[in-house]
């Protein structure tokens, strides 16, 4: 199992490297938590060629708040703890709890991602259906 930060995740991913780092800086005190991403299944589909399924689970911190960024693939999010916001193409957001979804599509802009909670951790389960070795995430600027 690998875990990311999703800055680092987005670092790795914008650069094209494997095992990128931002060794020696401090982060201002005003930066949110990153969420920690893990991967855990990566399958090609025989019968949809060049396509994968991926599954990450994430965990958002207390306060932690993604950056804008897309993904280019079918999302689908299953919360199971806490509470998250998110919002799509800048229009209305919602707030989740355990057990509700939410659907990204290979277009979307995810403008909205964070935790709900200031104190108190969230996490969710990914499932991406997206071309193969094609980045997880891009950001969006």
Same mark, same amino acid.
């Given at each position: %199992?690998?875990?990311?930060?999703?800055?680092?995740?987005?670092? !790795?991913?914008?650069?094209?490297? /494997?095992? /990128?780092?931002?060794?020696?800086?401090? /982060?201002?005190?005003?930066?949110?938590? %990153?969420?920690? *991403? $893990? +991967?855990? %299944?990566?399958?090609? &589909?025989?019968?949809?060629?060049?396509? +994968?399924?991926? %599954?990450?689970?994430?965990?958002?911190?207390?306060? $932690?708040?993604? #950056?804008?960024?897309?993904?280019?693939?079918?999302?689908?999010?299953?919360? !199971? +703890?806490?509470?998250?916001?998110?919002? =799509?193409?800048?229009?209305?957001? *919602?707030? =989740?709890?355990?057990?509700?979804?939410?659907? +990204?599509?290979?277009?979307?802009?995810?403008?909205?991602?964070?935790?709900? $909670?200031?104190?108190?951790?969230?996490?969710?389960?990914?499932?991406?259906?997206?071309?193969?070795?094609?980045?997880? &995430?891009? #950001? *969006?600027?």
């Amino acid at each position: %199992m690998r875990k990311f930060t999703t800055f680092g995740l987005l670092l !790795l991913l914008a650069c094209g490297t /494997a095992g /990128a780092q931002t060794a020696g800086k401090v /982060a201002p005190a005003s930066t949110p938590p %990153m969420a920690k *991403v $893990s +991967e855990l %299944m990566t399958k090609a &589909l025989k019968d949809y060629p060049g396509k +994968e399924a991926m %599954m990450i689970t994430v965990v958002y911190p207390p306060g $932690s708040v993604d #950056p804008v960024h897309r993904h280019h693939a079918h999302a689908f999010v299953y919360v !199971l +703890e806490g509470s998250i916001v998110m919002g =799509l193409n800048g229009g209305k957001t *919602v707030t =989740l709890g355990p057990g509700q979804t939410f659907y +990204e599509g290979p277009d979307d802009v995810h403008t909205v991602g964070r935790n709900a $909670s200031k104190t108190k951790p969230a996490k969710f389960l990914v499932f991406l259906l997206k071309d193969r070795d094609a980045p997880v &995430l891009i #950001p *969006v600027h």
